[in-house]
């Protein structure tokens, strides 16, 4: 594979399972030095990294805590001395709860970990790449983001702020040299849909026939889509909010 990244860093929050764990296998093996943020500590991302030949280190982070956030960016400064790219991706799906039944502790949870803990890895990531006059960013939102769910209000309000604050974001630093995008995922195969479906084939149909594609997307799909709109083939692009949902939203 052609090491278009090589000599660049890149954050990849929510590295340690799912659709994060592609996307910093696929900056590694694109060349690029791989910091893997999760509040989980689990070294299979790293250690698939390292097998590849390809250079990361773990920052155990969580990505709702101000202190942390701050502390994480520090430490891959530190490290790795610039960040090129930054892909903020944690996030929780939060329990089921139609609106008038959805409790505040929930609500809460989730958006502190899904639109404030983007909002704080973007605050610190960006104060650097000012410093560079460079950077690419890509947030993880959601096709959540983009049109309403029943029983996920916390979900849906938070993936919609994602969007928000991408374009937010790409408007105040376009001219500094720094591109902001996200990603809407449509069903991805990763432990949040196995959650979510409880890996029961009848469920997991269902979730496939709701794909226009015929089938959900693998973390990989995504993984593809969120490095190209950091890469250079990629340089006129910026608030945009890439669908990667074969073709849900479409409908
Ligand atoms: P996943 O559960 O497999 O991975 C989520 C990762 O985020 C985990 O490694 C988890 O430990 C980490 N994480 C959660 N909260 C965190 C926190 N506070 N601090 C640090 N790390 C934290 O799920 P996934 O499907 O890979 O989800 C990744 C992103 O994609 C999420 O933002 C999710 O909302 C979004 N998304 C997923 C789908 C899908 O169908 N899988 C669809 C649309 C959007």
Redesign the pocket.
């Known amino acids: 594979m052609e090491k278009i990244f090589k000599d660049k860093t890149a954050i990849v ?9 592609a996307t910093a296998i696929a900056f590694a093996n694109k060349g690029a030095k791989v910091a893997i ?4 500590e ?1 070294n299979e991302t790293l250690n698939l990294i390292k097998s590849l030949g390809g250079d990361a280190i773990f920052i155990k ?4 805590k101000n202190v942390e956030v701050k502390e994480m960016v520090k430490k891959v400064i530190e490290v790795f001395g610039t960040i090129d790219y930054a892909f903020n ?5 939060g329990l089921s709860a139609v609106t008038h039944e959805c409790i505040e502790e929930i609500w809460d949870h989730t958006i502190n ?2 639109l404030k ?1 983007i909002w704080l890895c973007m605050k610190y990531e960006i104060q650097q790449m000012l410093k560079q006059g460079k950077g690419a960013i890509v947030n ?5 983001g983009l049109v309403g769910f029943q029983g996920l209000p916390a ?1 849906v309000a938070s ?1 919609h702020g994602v969007i928000g604050l991408t374009q937010t974001a790409a408007l105040e630093y376009a001219k500094l040299g720094i591109r902001v995008n996200a990603v ?10 196995d ?1 979510i479906t409880g890996k029961v084939k009848e469920v997991e149909k269902q979730f496939e026939n709701m794909e226009p594609i015929g089938r ?2 693998q ?1 990989e799909e ?1 993984a593809a889509v969120a490095t190209w709109l950091c890469s250079d083939d990629a340089s006129f692009v910026t608030g945009n909010a890439m669908t990667v949902d074969g073709g849900w939203t479409a409908q």
């Open positions: 929050t929510g590295g340690s399972f799912g659709i994060g764990r943020v999760d509040y989980i689990d982070c969580d990505v709702s991706n944690a996030g929780i799906e970990i899904n803990g993880t939102a959601s096709v959540a979900y993936k809407c995922p449509g069903v991805i195969k990763t432990s949040m849909v959650r959900m997307g973390p995504v």
